[in-house]
């Protein structure tokens, strides 16, 4: 398919040179078992890469995006050492460094895991007769204890260690996936796994209105996402608040309109009387407040939250004086029985003959109907479970448009949200599946609702404009529409991901992979050597306002060109915690093979918040994503 400038290649078994057994495969993305989905990875991956050979095309860089494509990884180190004539191990470090994993699951049990026995099935002969390794060093790949015959094959941990560069997609995210991979890298702490984050973010044209559109257009000019957006902010906050508050009028209307054709639409094709939907045209107020909520229905999204209360929310709702209208719409996986119950649970709620003119259920929830929803709402409403919610980003998609969140502060709320800009829920905790947790934030939202959002959209100056409403709608809209925009987040994965790994990857394929070579052979090094390391003395001394650490290490058979010595700190008020390599003194060694280490800090902590530690070292490597190995000093 072309898309833009861009060709998007689909790989389809369903041709009639295949095996029947085969044509299926790619026929859906969810349904049949484990075997189906290794099946469907194993074409994305491995028949991905292929593809790409076979079009002669050679990219620096690849991105995987979550790990269903990670089996990627072995087929580009399978062709580099082809290519080079090198093994395994050495096309691997040579490959990784132009390979990028993103992250977007917030739980653990949300990857891909297969059992042992299916990657025998499936890749033991691939392993040995393309790879030149056995079933077992394949398996260790995949698993965080390679010794435990029984631990499956998590497709994530084989992104882990056949990637360069990891990232979550929030900065909350960021923190929970480094403490679902912590296992990879034993005794290191959590804030040092090699995961940073980038924060998803929306392209605007996709989802803004024509009216938004036209406004964007009249302030910020016609080519306003082609560049890095540093004046689009201070642009739009020059729009006058009666033209704000018309495109918001204008985009609300056409959202009831659709509104009211789609579910005429789903009435008649339930067989309806005439009467019940020709009522259809009469539903909904355009200058009534709008909430949307639609999504997926999990249970970890809680799309129930709000109906917590359901007599209290029908009083908010038939409210005669200040009415408030509610458009709802989402899917649930084929096997969520759960979420297929919470979607049932509305549609009885909203069928209720008072609640009817107030609020409604979409059915097909797709991509046109989303667009509908995010151009004509006031609030945006999610309510997921902190921190299950990776990065959430339909809220953003209603900014460029003057909609607001009302969110959780999960996901990219997390980062985003500040009282000007919308509302929040929840203390910023983590509570697990707490049902009293669940409770309280009900009534938040409920109180939210009744004591600050519905008041301030109702609140009118002589010209029936909700002054600080629309305050509230263009601060957000020029805070936040261009850092939550895919030209931000783009720039971002080009700049601290794709530059670098592009750069890393030439540096270490050429020359028939000579650096990935030498990386391997440091590695392997490094794992003979490193049971022999062990601490000796340490000496603390305190002058005036500064620590003076000393310290003797034997390095066994490692030479100090292959670690580094440092001295750490958790961190305290810093966002990381402190770091600092200690200088090796040729003249202070003993003679009993002891090496001298010293170095010195300021006195504004206690020297027993400070340890040594060895870490491996190389110019060229990514410690420790490529060596998770470390020793403390006690």
């Known amino acids: 398919m072309k898309v833009g400038r861009l060709h998007l290649y689909l790989l389809d078994s369903n041709d009639i040179a295949n095996h029947p057994a085969h044509r299926g495969i790619t026929s859906e993305l969810y349904g049949g078992g484990p075997e189906l989905r290794l099946q469907q990875e194993l074409i994305l991956g491995i028949g991905g890469w292929r593809l790409l050979d076979a079009m002669d095309l050679r990219p620096d860089v690849c991105h995987l995006n979550e790990g269903h494509a990670a089996l990627a990884i072995l087929e580009r180190a399978r062709s580099c050492m082809e290519q080079s004539n090198v093994s395994f191990d050495a096309a691997l470090a040579a490959t990784r460094a132009g390979n990028v994993f993103t992250t977007h699951t917030a739980v653990a049990a949300g990857f891909d895991r297969f059992a042992p026995v299916l990657i025998k099935q499936y890749l033991e002969n691939y392993a040995n007769t393309s790879l030149h390794i056995n079933l077992h060093q394949l398996l260790a790949l ?3 204890n390679s010794s435990d015959d029984l631990e499956p094959f998590n497709m994530a941990n084989l992104a882990m260690r ?8 929030s900065r909350l995210h960021g923190e929970v996936s480094r403490r679902i991979f912590l296992p990879l890298f034993p005794r290191w702490p959590a804030a040092e796994v090699p995961i940073d984050h980038i924060t998803n973010g929306v392209h605007s044209p996709s989802w803004d209105s024509s009216g938004a559109d036209t406004l964007w257009t009249d302030y910020c000019g016609k080519d306003r996402w082609l560049g890095a957006l540093q004046t689009v902010g201070e642009r739009i906050r020059s729009v006058p608040d009666s033209a704000l508050w018309r495109c918001r009028i204008a985009d609300r209307r056409s959202l009831i309109e659709y509104a009211r054709r789609r579910l005429a639409a789903q009435l008649a094709a339930s067989g309806s009387s005439a009467e019940e939907i020709d009522n259809v045209k009469r539903l909904f107020n355009p200058q009534a407040l709008t909430l949307g909520f639609a999504r997926r229905f999990a249970t970890y999204k809680r799309p129930d939250l709000l109906l917590r209360d359901p007599e209290r929310l ?9 009415p408030v209208q509610l458009i709802l719409a989402g899917k649930a996986h084929p096997a969520d029985i759960p979420g297929q119950t919470m979607i049932q649970e509305w549609v009885q709620f909203v069928r209720r003959y008072d609640i009817r003119p107030h609020a409604i259920f979409l059915s097909d929830y797709d991509m ?8 004509g709402v006031d609030v945006w409403v999610n309510t997921p479970r902190r921190p299950w919610e990776a990065c959430g980003t339909s809220g953003m998609k209603v900014l460029v448009n003057g909609g607001l969140n009302l969110s959780e502060l999960d996901g990219w709320w997390a980062e985003a949200y500040a009282p000007t800009l919308g509302w929040a829920l929840g203390d910023g905790g983590e509570h697990g599946e707490d049902p009293g947790v669940d409770a309280a934030e009900a009534g938040q939202l409920y109180d939210l609702l009744e004591s600050q959002i519905i008041p301030e959209f109702y609140s009118r100056d002589e010209n029936n404009l909700p002054k600080a409403w629309v305050s509230r709608v263009r601060e957000s809209m020029a805070s936040l529409t261009p850092v939550y925009s895919a030209n931000r987040s783009v720039r971002e994965y080009t700049e601290r991901c794709y530059l670098p790994a592009a750069a890393s990857y030439r540096s270490r394929a050429q020359n028939k992979a000579a650096l990935g070579a030498q990386i391997r052979d440091w590695r392997r090094t490094l794992d003979h050597g490193w049971p022999t390391l062990r601490f ?11 620590h003076y650490f000393d310290v003797e290490v034997d390095l066994g058979s490692l030479t100090r060109s292959s670690v580094s010595v440092e001295l750490y700190a958790d961190a305290l008020n810093e966002v990381i915690p402190f770091r600092q390599e200690m200088d090796y003194h040729e003249d202070r060694g003993s003679d009993r093979g002891w090496l001298s280490y010293s170095t010195n800090v300021p006195a504004i902590r206690a020297a027993d918040d400070y340890t040594a530690r060895i870490i491996p070292k190389h110019p060229n490597a990514y410690v420790p994503l490529e060596a998770p190995l470390v020793l403390w000093q006690r």
């Open 142 to 144: 995949g698993r965080a």
């Open 162 to 169: 056949g990637c360069a560069h990891v990232n979550g997609v």
């Open 314 to 322: 029908a009083r908010l709702l038939k409210n005669s004086e200040r």
């Open 368 to 375: 046109s109907m989303t667009a509908q929803l995010v151009a």
């Open 536 to 546: 000796g003395r340490v000496t603390i001394d305190t002058r005036g306002d500064r």
